[in-house]
């Protein structure tokens, strides 16, 4: 049986009743290992129940490192109950995947990012709605406290009229890939700016209230794969004026890693990690205006929270898959208007050579 709704367990201190939402995780790569397999038993009202991965002896291992009580090749050969899936297989496979977990009558979160493109991603919300189940999109730096508290507590209204933006995403990779899909453009749909840059393009656009965009310009060194480095020039259309932005993806070099918000009476720089508070600078000072987190784990807790949450009906705050749909697109438009990235040490020197 792969669906069987709410799971009631009696609690031996009181014998309280809590509600378990169990779920299948299908693809079993480093995002898995490293981010949510490690906090799962931390995630009130969530148990992982089944790993499925084409790789017998790596779920296996997870499985007996984790306490994962069942193992499968594939979504189909999954008997254990289960109330709903995390997908995380490389990017081409997540239609597919999530379409016959939808058939199954399974909600589906999706690691990032959703899609390849816009289409697949307008695809795969319309397959959840067509068979009345739901898509969530897993964008963990929404969660993150500068990020968060920001949107909720609007200090970004602090700095005054908005002049420009500025954002930056990039750490030298270091990643531990386990499939060479990750460099092959057909299956994984971009580089540096779909994989990081559609977290950094998700915070923002959450930040300033899913604002219309034009693209202006892109470059990147793509030329014969995958690109390393990205550089976008966007207007943001907001209610009363037009606001430029500079967007910059790496996987060569650690980028200040921000969303920096100018306007006319200071800045408010919002980190993209858990560490640090959101600062606003003004003339009189730099202040910490959010809280901050130890490490990043609480935020793939809350995230496998919610997730239990949305299975069982309840309140949450996960992304729809719907809001990734323009995500994508500002992506798709980018591409489209591609030009060749620029290093510095190919701009011609004016200097004369020496003799």
Not at 112 to 128: D, F, I, L, N
Not at 142 to 151: D, G, S, T
Request: include cysteine; hydrophobic fraction near 45%; aromatic fraction near 6%.
């Amino acid at each position: 049986m792969v669906r069987a709704g709410i799971v009631r367990e009696d609690n031996c201190e009181g014998h309280r009743v809590t509600s378990v939402s169990r779920v299948a995780i299908v693809g079993c790569g480093a995002v898995i290992e490293q981010n949510y397999l490690p906090v799962f038993h931390a995630a009130a009202g969530m148990r992982c129940e089944v790993l499925v991965d084409p790789d017998r002896a790596r779920i296996e291992e997870l499985a007996a490192r984790f306490a994962v009580p069942h193992v499968a090749a594939s979504l189909d050969a999954v008997t254990a109950t289960i109330d709903g899936v995390i997908v995380a297989v490389p990017n081409d496979l997540h239609l597919p995947v999530a379409t016959a977990a939808f058939d199954r009558g399974l909600d589906v979160l999706c690691e990032k990012p959703v899609a390849r493109t816009g289409a697949e991603a307008a695809a795969m919300a319309s397959a959840a709605v067509a068979r009345g189940r739901r898509l969530y999109a897993a964008m963990v730096c929404r969660r993150f406290p500068a990020v968060a508290e920001v949107v909720a507590g609007g200090q970004h209204r602090l700095v005054g009229e908005l002049q420009r933006v500025e954002a930056s995403y990039g750490v030298p990779i270091d990643w531990p890939v386990r499939s060479a899909s990750f460099y092959d453009r057909a299956r994984v749909g971009g580089g540096v700016l779909l994989d990081l840059g559609v977290h950094l393009i998700d915070a923002l656009l959450h930040v300033l209230g899913d604002p219309a965009s034009e693209v202006v310009g892109y470059a990147d060194d793509g030329d014969t794969g995958v690109e390393t480095e990205a550089e976008a020039r966007i207007v943001f259309c907001l209610a009363h004026r037009r606001v430029d932005g500079l967007v910059r993806t790496s996987r060569q070099r650690r980028l200040p890693n921000t969303i920096v918000l100018h306007g006319a009476n200071g800045r408010l720089t919002i980190p993209l990690n858990a560490l640090q508070p959101a600062i606003l600078s003004l003339a009189n000072g730099d202040w910490p205006v959010t809280g901050r987190l130890p490490s990043a784990a609480p935020c793939f807790v809350a995230q496998l929270e919610d997730f239990g949450r949305a299975l069982r009906g309840e309140t949450h705050a996960l992304p729809s898959g719907d809001s990734q749909v323009s995500r994508h697109e500002l992506i798709d438009r980018l591409y489209a208007v591609r030009t060749p990235y620029v290093f510095p040490w190919d701009v011609p020197s004016a200097v004369a050579p020496l003799a």
